[in-house]
T-cell receptor, first 113, second 112 residues
Framework: QQQVKQSPQSLIVQKGGISIINCAYE??????FPWYQQFPGKGPALLIA?????SEKKEGRFTISFNKSAKQFSLHIMDSQPGDSATYFC????????????FGTGTRLKVLA | DVKVTQSSRYLVKRTGEKVFLECVQD?????MFWYRQDPGLGLRLIYF???????EKGDIPEGYSVSREKKERFSLILESASTNQTSMYLC???????????FGPGTRLLVL
């Protein structure tokens, strides 16, 4: 019940295309869903996050779509660029003092020039 | 800017050695976390701390211990390093109630 399942494990997209990464969870107590981006040799950094009271959040070329009834959320990267090539992690967290995260297993994205 | 620093970027240790990994954050965050990152397994929580001298086990605490004597500093200790502890270790911190975890650059540990 504590797992967050992420797919695909790796993704290759042409420059200008749309990258889509999906995550699914079981625990309905989760109420905060961040996405992290990690470049080689760096720690993960927060990219965008959503709470379950909205179905979509957009920041520039990055959009989170959230389906509460299906217990799924996804990251869409529009007009993908070679600079977006990185590993992406979804996560889920419950409203608590520590905000402990459960991370997905990661998606390695490569955007071809 | 939030800054989380880790004492080493790369470490090479021998089996059986005691290993200390240190993490320092400069944002007065209450929460600090230690993860290990392995290909195909994502980030797995080893230990976390929500206050000085307080700690809780994460998902994979076996073979590790932690210490938090000061608010800004969180140490991960491998009492007797083993080859299966070869991994990338990531430290993170967050403020209570805010949610966002800020990560350090990671320490890549190789145990021979």
């Amino acid at each position: 019940q504590q797992q967050v399942k992420q797919s695909p494990q790796s993704l290759i997209v042409q420059k200008g295309g749309i990258s889509i990464i999906n995550c699914a969870y079981e625990n309905t107590a989760f109420d905060y869903f961040p996405w992290y981006q990690q470049f080689p040799g760096k720690g993960p950094a927060l990219l965008i996050a959503i709470r379950p009271d909205v179905s979509e959040k957009k920041e520039g070329r990055f959009t989170i779509s959230f389906n509460k009834s299906a217990k799924q959320f996804s990251l869409h990267i529009m007009d993908s660029q070679p600079g977006d090539s990185a590993t992406y992690f979804c996560a889920a967290s419950m409203k608590s003092g520590t905000y402990k995260y459960i991370f997905g297993t990661g998606t390695r994205l490569k955007v071809l020039a | 800017d939030v800054k989380v620093t880790q004492s080493s970027r790369y470490l090479v240790k021998r089996t059986g050695e005691k290993v200390f990994l240190e993490c320092v954050q400069d944002m007065d965050h209450e929460n600090m976390f230690w993860y290990r990152q392995d290909p195909g397994l994502g980030l797995r929580l080893i230990y976390f701390s929500y206050d000085v001298k307080m700690k809780e086990k994460g998902d994979i605490p076996e073979g590790y211990s932690v210490s938090r004597e000061k608010k800004e500093r969180f140490s991960l200790i491998l009492e007797s390093a083993s080859t299966n502890q070869t991994s990338m270790y990531l430290c993170a911190s967050s403020s209570q109630g805010l949610g966002t975890q800020y990560f350090g650059p990671g320490t890549r540990l190789l145990v021979l």
